[in-house]
């Protein structure tokens, strides 16, 4: 057995106790809300914040999925789009594919310039696969990566 994070108080602050190896690599953490230990990945639980990172090629229109899906309830908090190769034509949208600008509008990058994007939101996603959206570029140029950071439901 061996304890990843630790916490003096336990349910004070920050619950951050992970017990590991349990039994054939089972993890548990404290849980502040169920007053209790549960289970967990080694990487955190409920109300932990992750991200996803993706490269994506904005020289050819289409979508590229950004990481896995979610779980249901899952929060948005914010898109950075870093530009490292320019389109002069070229739009990207991030969001899902019933609304593929939900986390990222068209207007809140410039992909014809190099530079930091980012966009702040806190959007519940419904169990949806995230993805990045490429229309309008007519050269075959460009090259972008995108973070996703989100928050895992509690």
């Given at each position: 057995?061996?304890?990843?994070?630790?916490?003096?108080?336990?349910?004070?602050?920050?619950?951050?106790?992970?017990?590991?190896?349990?039994?054939?690599?089972?993890?548990?953490?404290?849980?502040?809300?169920?007053?209790?230990?549960v289970n967990?990945?080694?990487?955190?639980?409920?109300?932990?914040?992750?991200?996803?990172?993706?490269?994506?090629?904005?020289?050819?229109?289409?979508?590229?999925?950004?990481?896995?899906?979610?779980?249901?309830?899952?929060?948005?908090?914010s898109v950075?789009?870093?530009?490292?190769?320019?389109?002069?034509?070229?739009?990207?949208?991030?969001?899902?594919?019933?609304?593929?600008?939900?986390?990222?509008?068209?207007?809140?990058?410039?992909?014809?310039?190099?530079?930091?994007?980012?966009?702040?939101?806190?959007?519940?996603?419904?169990?949806?696969?995230?993805?990045?959206?490429?229309?309008?570029?007519?050269?075959?140029?460009g090259l972008?990566?995108?973070?996703?950071?989100?928050?895992?439901?509690?």
């Open positions: 057995m061996s304890i990843i994070g630790q916490n003096s108080l336990l349910n004070q602050y920050v619950p951050t106790i992970y017990i590991k190896d349990l039994l054939d690599g089972q993890i548990i953490k404290y849980s502040s809300t169920r007053r209790a230990f967990a990945t080694e990487g955190g639980g409920e109300g932990d914040v992750k991200a996803f990172k993706q490269v994506v090629n904005i020289g050819v229109n289409g979508t590229t999925n950004i990481g896995t899906i979610l779980p249901n309830g899952a929060t948005i908090l950075k789009v870093k530009v490292t190769v320019t389109n002069p034509t070229a739009t990207l949208s991030v969001g899902t594919a019933s609304a593929t600008s939900d986390y990222m509008t068209t207007t809140e990058n410039d992909l014809q310039t190099i530079g930091l994007y980012i966009a702040e939101v806190m959007v519940v996603n419904s169990a949806a696969q995230i993805i990045a959206t490429v229309a309008a570029q007519t050269t075959d140029v972008v990566t995108i973070v996703v950071t989100y928050q895992i439901p509690n």
